[in-house]
């Protein structure tokens, strides 16, 4: 390696430790303090998720268990204290040694925290009177996160809290424009409100930081120390390599496998990148498309399901939808997106000409074909049926011993694949700048590391069909690594006869540790960052600013929903540049999601939550590589040797195909596999595919051979086609037969049981006397009955006033109690049911793919007698 790229891949990790882990790295005995009190965090989180308090408790009879709120507690208290320590807080500052301010700085951070653990009971008896002390251990804990928000991510975040604290204290200002003010809060309901209870700080964000994420980071920090990413890119390689453009596609594939257990994108970016991207640029990629294709790779693996940057737990909290479910829903999207972006890398290789690496002769080709095979597929499918039926018979069988018997199968599967890696020599890590003669053979490099698979198959196993919570899940999971990463040196010495067991499991605990330290490192920014949106959430839930911003919004939009997508996206793209992407997505989706419901209601379309949610995840994420801010762009040019704005920007031109399917999968669902059996699933996904990878042909303007203007515009048309066959169907068949509001009871009385109705009403606005708004909303029947009654067990009853039928305010704790809130139910004119409706009886929406493969037939035949490169 030169001293040159020597010289990059240190920026390129000096940039991620800045972001990531903190660029502190103390000398004489501090060095062993950051690296100490992070592995004492990650004690601490394993201990709180696993059953020894509950035991200790018993055994001892000692208050031994931690309730959420505690938990909370000591979790930020942990992550200021490593701010301060491993965050310079000036560019001039030692990275060294620990200055004295900043020890200072760390006492105040962990007393303000721990004051709410010692006195908690004293301030649940004073629930809403603040003393003197809780104001000032207040004021310390708020200045002391913002100190940590500017050490460990920088101003932008701190600038966006600080914007909505002074929102709480001066809203109600002569300067704040009026339809932006509320009546203001003290200081000490407000500092009550941020500190003191688990509306602000220690908010669900938090708590999901602390029981769920941690755990799911510490897991990838040890699978990867454990030398799991290493493995994922040889395999990569080994199977895609010989490909056009192989190791650009091989990125593709590593990031992917990364995106299973890591959740930064920067920090994927270098890990792969550092190996990946110098193959790119030998094999014909220039610099800044070698470093775009990483970006678009790393950035994606946030959106690979089970980890998915870890907000993926945030998104199940806030919308209510089961962790399984979230990860369904998410699935289908990813898968999409990658496909697509091999096939980008493809088109690339095409126009550059670029051929794939050599593999192995041909007469070996035909056996490591037959041993990956063999070794790789069916040593898969072998593992998974004894997974899914032997601990599915256990767990049926012997309903008390699911546990143990789990852990045995584990146990054996376990030792029989270390066995069988033991019989070849480990994986090195390869110098990239190294010459490679020949691809290694797929076979050779899967059966080296397939037990590394065996705690992604755990987690996904308990997740999934074990039913567990994510937080418990992942807590076996880790264990299970920890088991792996502790004993895989030893047991392969002990396999190969070759001694040194004392030496191999020192390296086995190294590693742990390594990965310990290294998962609550990682740690530190999303504590924070998740602590920061605290204070965004506390003060929406505070002053109701979502109401008022969302009012702005919708103004500036014109009532217009596609006009509205298009301005969130703008803002989770803007707020992203400087924020991560998980506090982004909470300050986002805590503003808009529900204008979004909303307005999408008042139009006729009824979006899910969870989808609103996802649309602004995706957004939020795109953001690591829209230039000029997109760190991971950075990251990849400071390996590439090439510019980071035209790396930044070559990788949005990547990511545009990821920023279509926010929008496909608000008005079509079926992408998020909602409501969807699993032959229909399997055609969905066929047809997303086909039409994504449309769209990215069309993004590149090449499909068998440059685009001509007219072939873009029909391959785009029948990509929207393939994604969206309902719209046309709206053009030619309305979605619903309406009935009017009067004949509401009527229509309901005489639909099937489990049948929705859409209704539509109008009424004076809560927060607005003098105007009337129209709201559209989807009614669930229940078991048939009488209309009136069937209404009547959702919360809504109905009266018949004149020529017209209206509607009383619905109670608190039914279904859509949501409308008193939207609505002045008490104002001079009453709620009127406008309409009522029902699905109609069409034809279905995928006749219109019959139109949009012709259409493509002739693009095809058109681009065929051009084609001047083979295809494949």
């Not at 001892?60 to 992550?79: M, Y």
């Not at 004295?100 to 009177?129: E, N, P």
């Not at 409706?837 to 034809?843: L, P, S, Y």
Request: aromatic residues 12%; charged residues 10%; contains cysteine.
């Amino acid at each position: 390696m030169t001293a040159e790229q020597t010289a990059h891949r240190v920026d390129a990790e000096s940039l991620v430790a800045a972001t990531d882990t903190g660029a502190r790295s103390p000398v004489g005995w501090q060095r062993w303090l950051i690296p100490g009190i992070a592995f004492i965090w990650a004690l601490f989180q394993l201990y709180v998720a696993s059953p020894l308090p509950f035991i200790f408790a018993q055994a001892l009879d000692l208050p031994l268990v931690l309730n959420n709120t505690e938990i909370r507690i000591v979790h930020l208290a942990f992550a200021l204290v490593l701010a301060a320590f491993a965050y310079p807080l000036f560019k001039s500052a030692s990275r060294h040694s620990i200055p004295w301010y900043d020890w200072i700085l760390a006492a105040l951070g962990a007393a303000s925290c721990l004051y709410l653990f010692v006195f908690k009971d004293q301030i649940a008896d004073r629930a809403g009177l603040p003393t003197d002390w809780d104001l000032i251990m207040s004021t310390i804990g708020m200045i002391m996160l913002g100190v940590a928000v500017f050490r460990s991510l920088g101003l932008p975040l701190l600038i966006v809290a600080s914007i909505f604290v002074l929102y709480v204290f001066f809203g109600s200002a002569d300067w704040i424009p009026g339809t932006l003010q509320w009546k203001g809060a003290s200081y000490g309901k407000a500092m009550w409100h941020y500190w003191m209870q688990t509306e602000g700080v220690f908010g669900v964000a938090l708590g999901v930081s602390a029981t769920m994420i941690f755990l799911f980071v510490m897991f990838g920090a040890i699978l990867e120390k454990a030398g799991a990413g290493n493995f994922f890119i040889k395999i990569a390689f080994a199977l895609l390599g010989h490909l056009r453009g192989g190791p650009a596609k091989a990125a593709v594939v590593a990031s992917a496998m990364s995106g299973l257990y890591s959740g930064s994108s920067i920090a994927n970016t270098v890990t792969t990148g550092t190996f990946t991207i110098p193959l790119m640029k030998k094999t014909g990629f220039p610099p800044e498309k070698a470093g775009a294709v990483e970006v678009a790779s790393s950035t994606n693996g946030q959106l690979t399901p089970p980890v998915m940057g870890a907000a993926a737990f945030l998104i199940s909290e806030f919308t209510g939808t089961p962790y399984t479910e979230l990860i369904k829903n998410a699935l289908l999207p990813a898968l999409i997106s990658y496909i697509a972006l091999v096939y980008i890398v493809h088109l690339e290789a095409l126009k550059l000409g670029l051929a794939g690496m050599k593999r192995p002769p041909a007469h070996m080709r035909l056996m490591g074909r037959l041993i990956g095979f063999l070794t790789g597929f069916l040593g898969l499918a072998v593992l998974a049926g004894l997974v899914y039926y032997g601990l599915g018979w256990v767990r049926e069988a012997f309903p008390g011993m699911g546990l143990w018997a789990a852990s045995l199968i584990f146990l054996v599967a376990y030792v029989v694949l270390l066995w069988v890696a033991s019989q070849r020599p480990d994986l090195k890590v390869d110098d990239p700048n190294a010459p490679i003669e020949e691809l290694p053979r797929p076979g050779a490099v899967a059966v080296t590391g397939l037990y590394f698979l065996l705690p992604i198959v755990i987690l996904i196993w308990c997740i999934m069909i074990e039913r567990l919570s994510p937080a418990t899940s992942a807590f076996y999971a880790t264990v299970a690594m920890i088991f792996i990463a502790l004993t895989q040196h030893p047991l392969k010495a002990l396999f190969r006869g070759t001694g040194n067991f004392g030496f191999e499991a020192a390296r086995g605990v190294q590693e742990w540790m390594a990965g310990m330290i290294a998962g609550s490192r990682n740690m530190i920014a999303i504590a924070v960052a998740t602590g920061a949106a605290g204070v965004i959430v506390g003060t929406i839930s505070l002053t109701g600013a979502h109401q008022v911003i969302g009012e702005f919004v919708e103004y500036v939009s014109g009532g217009q929903l596609m006009v509205m997508l298009v301005l969130v996206a703008i803002m989770s793209l803007i707020l992203g540049m400087g924020l991560p992407t998980t506090a982004n997505y909470i300050v986002v989706s805590s503003l808009m999601a529900p204008v979004i419901v909303t307005l999408g209601a008042q139009q006729g379309l009824i979006v899910p939550l969870v989808a609103v949610h996802l649309f602004v995840f995706y957004f939020g994420i795109l953001a690591d590589d829209t230039p000029p801010v997109g760190l991971a762009a950075f990251a990849a040019a400071a390996i590439s040797g090439g510019d980071p704005i035209k790396t930044g920007i070559q990788g949005f031109t990547y990511d545009i195909r990821t920023a279509l399917l926010p929008f496909m999968f608000l008005f079509n669902t079926q992408l998020l596999l909602i409501d969807v059996g699993p032959f229909e699933a399997i055609v969905v996904f066929i047809v997303a595919v086909i039409a994504m990878l449309l769209f990215a042909a069309a993004t590149q303007r090449y499909l068998l051979a440059p685009m001509r203007w007219w072939e873009v515009v029909a391959v785009l048309l029948v990509s929207f086609t393939l994604f969206r066959p309902g719209f046309w169907l709206d053009q030619v068949q309305a979605p619903y037969d309406l009935s009017p509001g009067t004949q509401a009871t009527e229509v309901a009385g005489s639909l099937p049981a489990g049948a929705q109705l859409r209704m539509t009403i109008e009424g004076t606005d809560f927060t607005n006397p003098d105007e009337r708004v129209t709201k559209t909303f989807m009614v669930p029947l229940g078991e048939p009955g009488p209309g009136a009654e069937r209404l009547d067990r959702e919360g809504l009853t109905l009266f018949e006033d004149g020529d017209q039928v209206t509607l009383d305010e619905p109670f608190p704790g039914t279904p859509h109690f949501r409308l008193a809130q939207e609505l002045d139910f008490y104002a001079d004119e009453p709620v009127v049911i406008e309409s009522v409706g029902v699905a109609a009886e069409r034809m279905p929406k995928e006749i219109f793919y019959i139109p949009a493969f012709l259409v493509l037939l002739v693009v095809l035949w058109s681009q065929r007698r051009r084609q001047t490169v083979p295809a494949f």
